[in-house]
């Protein structure tokens, strides 16, 4: 029997479930994911941390850009896409946590920016801890709120970021990416130089990618809902449809057309309803 080729092997069919209430933590969001068919996909790059609490088994496997493979669960950093999630079937808990966020909860900063790493790595035992609470419940809204136990606990025992950083976090967000650094610096008190640097070494990027990730994000959305490639390139501040097939070519190596149809955004308006990138609602 010949193999069947995973571009042409049907989707996974995702039983998605999501939580009762939003999470005690502004910018963060939770679902969950199960599917008892074979899963090969590319991640389509998000302007926040993904966090995978892997519950599967056999475990899930995750490929970075270089072809580094983890195994278990992950955290995702910002950056460029290259990332594929593998797994003969899948059932794991996904985070989305804002930077600012991320920062305090996993202990992490320049491990944010375009790398995967094992959850162990920032966690240590503790990260071994919850995932065996997750595994020993079958209920949704239990293993949602064992998570946002352990989140809250990191939260508040965690370093926050520079309110400054954060501040530029949310300016990038509230303009969908459409601002120029220079005044966000000025309306911080610091110069161009000083927010580079900080933001970067908390976030995992630098302020002008972290701009360009998230107008890619909104871009990326408006064709999953069936826009055409120069509408979005108009309605999202690109400087022509030729620049938008730029930034998607970075992002993500594929064309307009195929971004569209990603299975990574099809899931989108069930597990994450209107939400934006900091963890608010649209």
């Known amino acids: 029997m010949r193999p069947v080729d995973p571009a042409r092997a049907p989707a996974p069919v995702w039983e998605i479930a999501t939580p009762p209430r939003p999470c005690r ?7 969950g994911f199960r599917t008892s ?13 993904t966090l995978a609490l892997d519950l599967g088994d056999p475990p899930l496997a995750v490929d970075d850009a270089t072809g580094r493979r983890t195994h278990g669960s992950v955290v995702v950093g910002l950056g460029p896409g290259g990332v594929r999630g593998h797994g003969s079937a899948v059932t794991c808990l996904q985070l989305r946590l804002a930077p600012p966020v991320a920062h305090r909860i996993l202990g992490a900063s320049s491990e944010l920016g375009g790398t995967v790493v094992g959850l162990d790595q920032l ?9 065996e609470r997750l595994r020993a419940t079958p209920s949704w809204d239990e293993r949602f709120a064992i998570a946002e136990a352990a989140l809250v606990r990191r939260f508040a025992d965690g370093r926050p970021v520079d309110p ?3 501040f530029a976090w949310d300016r990038l967000v509230a303009q969908r990416g459409a601002v120029r650094i220079e005044l966000i610096a000025a309306e911080t008190g610091w110069s161009r130089k000083r927010l580079w640097s900080r933001f970067h070494a908390q976030t995992g990027l630098g302020p002008k990618h972290a701009a360009r990730l998230v107008r890619f994000d909104d871009a990326a959305h408006r064709l999953a809902a069936g826009h055409s490639a120069a509408r979005v390139a108009a309605d999202t501040g690109y400087t022509d449809q030729s620049h938008l097939h730029r930034d998607i070519r970075t992002f993500t190596g594929t064309t307009p057309s195929t971004l569209a149809n990603a299975p990574w955004l099809s899931v989108d308006p069930t597990a994450w309803p209107a939400t934006r990138p900091d963890g608010g609602h649209a």
């Open 37 to 49: 068919a074979p899963v090969d996909l590319d991640v389509v790059p998000y302007p926040a941390v």
């Open 164 to 166: 400054e950083v954060a």
């Open 25 to 31: 933590i502004p910018g963060v969001g939770m679902a």
């Open 123 to 131: 966690w240590g035992r503790d990260g071994e801890r919850t995932e």
